[in-house]
């Protein structure tokens, strides 16, 4: 079995792959210095219920963005279930180019929902990640990742909106209520510029990008909101919420998995 472990600016997911399905996915909120001994109280336990002990857990891979983080992930690998992760990063053999100025800053998120994607659907296409920041990500026909666009995250932009403007409340982020555009009450007017105005820069840019590229693409969109705005657009052609988890999951399948050895048991990073 394969421990994966995606951990985001937002929050940390776990999940156990079993050769042939997902057995479990699991989430807790990203906390930088939650230590791998807080890690293993709670994933053991969410194990135990799908019937899952440490001593199953062949191999595990780590894609994070919070580099602060790594360390009490792997460590958590190490000390609990035995085994040295594979680190995700762009030096990896990912079976396809990375058309980038440098490739290192990229991040490994973007590149697992590349490689998951034209995996699972082909390309050319984009991808749409409604993550702590709304990312666009371009893939060509033969699975190069092309750049793509970062824009701020809508939650980012609500919690902006509220602290900036001294009259207007915090807003939790839905569908309005009603189909008109126009709100007729402070709130209406607020929910309906985040829901519609998010709706308009995911066509747009997808539509820059089709128009900048030259050909017809395939839309995809993951992350916690994907299923909300697939509400107020038919521009997305697949809703994928396991993408990156199954970019990791593929990933660790092209490299081989590391070794851990006695030594590492007991080393210490300081």
């Not at 999940?15 to 994933?43: C, F, N, P």
């Not at 920041?133 to 909106?161: Q, R």
């Not at 900036?164 to 409340?169: E, K, N, S, T």
């Not at 308009?200 to 030259?214: A, N």
Request: proline share 4%; glycine share 12%.
């Amino acid at each position: 079995m394969l421990l994966v472990i995606d951990a985001g600016n937002t929050n940390v997911v776990f999940a156990v792959h079993d050769g042939e399905k997902w057995r479990g996915v699991w989430r807790i909120t990203m906390q930088a210095q939650r230590t791998s001994d807080e890690y293993a109280v709670w994933l053991l336990a969410l194990l135990k219920m799908q019937g899952i002990v440490a001593d199953d857990i062949e191999g595990a891979v780590i894609g994070t963005v919070v580099p602060a983080a790594l360390y009490h992930l792997r460590t958590l690998c190490r000390q609990w279930f035995a085994v040295e992760p594979l680190l995700a990063s762009a030096r990896l053999d990912w079976g396809f180019s990375i058309k980038m100025d440098n490739p290192d800053e990229v991040g490994v998120d973007r590149l697992l929902n590349g490689l998951a994607a034209h995996h699972l659907y082909g390309g050319p296409l984009t991808v749409i990640d409604f993550g702590t920041a709304t990312t666009f990500d371009v893939v060509d026909v033969e699975g190069s990742y092309c750049g793509g666009v970062i824009a701020p995250g809508i939650n980012l932009s609500v919690e902006a909106l509220h602290q900036a403007a001294a009259r207007l409340p915090r807003i939790g982020v839905g569908r309005p209520a009603v189909e008109s555009v126009i709100g007729r009450n402070t709130v209406a007017a607020m929910r309906s510029g985040v829901f519609w105005g998010y709706v308009g820069l995911i066509e747009g840019i997808v539509e820059r990008i089709r128009l900048e590229v030259g050909q017809t693409m395939k839309v995809l969109a993951t992350g916690g909101l994907a299923p909300l705005f697939s509400e107020g657009t038919t521009v997305f052609d697949h809703v994928d919420s396991m993408l990156t988890l199954n970019g990791l999951r593929i990933l660790a399948g092209r490299n081989p998995l590391p070794r851990l050895t006695i030594e590492k048991d007991f080393l210490t990073e300081g």
